[in-house]
């Protein structure tokens, strides 16, 4: 429990998602955020809101640990669909979070991974990648670089 502490509070995020997943592109788009996260279950769970203003919507993540596996479990949901997606799973280690799931890409199953690095400075840094192979190899589509608001 407790891992996610270092995000509780409000952010400005600098964002770099690729155009084009899973097709080979290279070509970034760069936009900005604003987060705030807070906490529940006394750090058992936790809840942000990031607001697009650039593109016009939102997203949230809700956290939550599995006290008897030890893990936790991220649900991520936009306002574009309203759907919440199925998790990623994972844990802490290193000063490192790594979360896998599977989830689909434009209709075909994907590998999904979520890596938090910097979690102990004032500027973390979340990841996610794709994978259409079953995991074995990776391409980054999504970069969030997060400083104090």
Known sequence: MNDFDFFIGSWTVTNRRLAKPLAGSDDWDVFPGTSTCWSL??????????TFPTLGSRG?????????REEWSLYWANSRSGVLQPPVVGTFAGGRGDFYGDDTHEGLPVK??????????????WEQEFSADGGKTWEANWVM????A
């Open 41 to 50: 279950f006394e750090g058992g769970g936790n809840m942000d809101e990031i």
């Open 60 to 68: 949230c993540t809700l956290r939550l640990f599995d006290v008897e």
């Open 112 to 125: 999904v991974h979520y890596a938090w690095t910097g979690i102990e400075t004032a500027t973390p840094r």
């Open 145 to 148: 670089e997060f400083a104090r």
